[in-house]
T-cell receptor, first 114, second 113 residues
Framework: AQSVTQLGSHVSVSEGALVLLRCNYS??????LFWYVQYPNQGLQLLLK??????LVKGINGFEAEFKKSETSFHLTKPSAHMSDAAEYFC????????????FGAGTRLTVKP | KAGVTQTPRYLIKTRGQQVTLSCSPI?????VSWYQQTPGQGLQFLFE???????NKGNFPGRFSGRQFSNSRSEMNVSTLELGDSALYLC????????????FGSGTRLTVV
């Protein structure tokens, strides 16, 4: 079964600073990997996905993530944080094939200080 | 195209009652998954339906059930509600192979009193 671990339940950065949210996955087969963002009282919005094309994946709002098989990681980065980036971020993994559901990490709450 | 629609948005129920939540997926999506989100447990997978059949199931008691109709709309039912069932219930739809990830609805906030 697939699983993901997000390192750090809370991350705080200053506006304009680098954002780095960490995610490690566990999967016996090449997985699909995703990052989602959730704003208060809303559903999850897809930021980006890795499905075995390029290992560096660019998403919305200036976010990107790099799939590193050797490190089983899929960390999310953004060069310069904006106040509007404050939200909760979830890493998710899904196996390929129809009988694999999507499993989410515990989430990382990002705070952006002015 | 229209997103995933969940109804109702908010619900207050009493312990012991039952509740039914509804989810209409994006047009063309045949897979619907349900998740329970709580501050303590995070996002917990309930079940997934595809073409009216339950395809995957999480580790929830039998009080939690679901179904999917021929138009891909899905409902989940919780019987004999407990205080611990208070949560945000999220529905997500996707293509069969999840190649493009899930599209989530805004959720139903269930409060059990």
């Amino acid at each position: 079964a697939q699983s993901v671990t997000q390192l750090g339940s809370h991350v705080s950065v200053s506006e304009g600073a680098l954002v780095l949210l960490r995610c490690n996955y566990s999967s016996s087969v090449p997985p699909y990997l995703f990052w989602y963002v959730q704003y208060p009282n809303q559903g999850l919005q897809l930021l980006l996905k890795y499905t075995s094309a390029a290992t560096l994946v660019k998403g919305i709002n200036g976010f990107e993530a790099e799939f590193k098989k050797s490190e089983t990681s899929f960390h999310l980065t953004k060069p310069s944080a904006h106040m509007s980036d404050a939200a909760e971020y979830f890493c998710a993994v899904s196996g390929r094939g129809n009988n694999n559901d999507m499993r989410f990490g515990a989430g990382t709450r990002l705070t952006v200080k002015p | 195209k229209a997103g995933v629609t969940q109804t109702p948005r908010y619900l207050i129920k009493t312990r012991g009652q039952q509740v039914t939540l509804s989810c209409s997926p994006i047009s063309g999506h045949r897979s619907v998954s349900w998740y329970q989100q709580t501050p303590g447990q995070g996002l917990q997978f309930l079940f997934e339906y595809f073409s009216e059949t339950q395809r995957n199931k999480g580790n929830f008691p039998g009080r939690f059930s679901g179904r999917q109709f021929s138009n891909s709309r899905s409902e989940m039912n919780v019987s004999t509600l407990e205080l611990g069932d208070s949560a945000l219930y999220l529905c997500a739809s996707s293509s069969a192979d999840r190649l493009y990830g899930y599209t989530f609805g805004s959720g139903t906030r269930l409060t059990v009193v």
